[in-house]
C-alpha cells in the first residue's frame, strides 16, 4: 500500500506555521509611562467620598489596565497613587427617573521618590433611580463600578509618554 501523497495546500498550511512558530515575531502593548519607566506599582487610592467601595474599585481598575499593558510591579521604582472622590450632579432629564453622578480622580505618578507628573481625571453618568433606596444604591454603586473602569484608562493615557 502506498502513502497517500500530501496536497499543495497542506504542505503550504505546514510550511506556513513553521515559519511563524519560529520566527519569534511577537505582539507586545508596551507602556512607557512618564519619567522614562515602562512598569509602575499602584497604591491604594485614598477615598475622599462617602461611597464606600469607589477607591478601592479605581485601584483594582488601575492595577487591571497596567497588567493588560505588561507594566504592573515596579519593583519600587515608580509610584501611581492618588485620591478619588464622587459627587452628584443635577439629573439630565427632568421627573426624577435617573441621577447622575461624577467620579474625580486625582492620581500621581512618582518615580524614584519625586513627583513625576499629576493628573486630575472627571467622568460623569446618569443611572436610573430605583423602586426603592436599595435598587438605587445598586444601581449608584454598578455606575460608580463602570466609571471606576473608564477613569482608570484615561488616568493611564494621561501618564503615558
Known amino acids: 500500500?502506498?502513502?497517500?501523497?500530501?496536497g499543495a495546500g497542506a504542505r503550504l498550511l505546514l510550511a506556513?506555521?513553521?515559519a511563524l512558530a519560529g520566527c519569534g515575531y511577537s505582539v507586545s502593548a508596551g507602556l512607557k509611562l512618564r519619567g522614562g519607566v515602562e512598569r509602575a506599582e499602584v497604591r491604594p487610592f485614598e477615598n475622599l467620598s462617602t461611597d464606600p467601595s469607589v477607591g478601592v474599585e479605581v485601584t483594582s481598575a488601575l492595577r487591571e489596565a497596567l497588567a493588560r499593558r505588561g507594566a504592573s510591579g515596579g519593583g519600587g521604582r515608580a509610584l501611581i497613587d492618588g485620591q478619588v472622590l464622587t459627587d452628584t450632579v443635577p439629573p439630565s432629564f427632568a421627573g426624577g427617573a435617573t441621577q447622575r453622578v461624577a467620579l474625580v480622580v486625582r492620581a500621581r505618578l512618582s518615580?524614584?521618590?519625586?513627583?513625576?507628573?499629576e493628573r486630575v481625571v472627571r467622568r460623569?453618568?446618569?443611572y436610573l433611580t430605583g423602586a426603592d433606596?436599595?435598587?438605587g444604591e445598586?444601581?449608584?454603586?454598578?455606575?460608580?463600578q463602570r466609571?471606576?473602569?473608564?477613569?482608570a484608562r484615561d488616568?493611564?493615557?494621561a501618564l503615558e509618554d
Open 16 to 18: 506556513g506555521a513553521l
Open 147 to 151: 466609571l471606576a473602569g473608564e477613569a
Open 111 to 117: 518615580v524614584d521618590g519625586a513627583l513625576a507628573v
Open 1 to 6: 500500500m502506498r502513502p497517500r501523497p500530501v
Open 124 to 126: 460623569e453618568t446618569d
Open 138 to 144: 445598586a444601581r449608584r454603586a454598578q455606575a460608580l
Open 155 to 157: 488616568v493611564l493615557s
Open 133 to 135: 433606596a436599595l435598587e
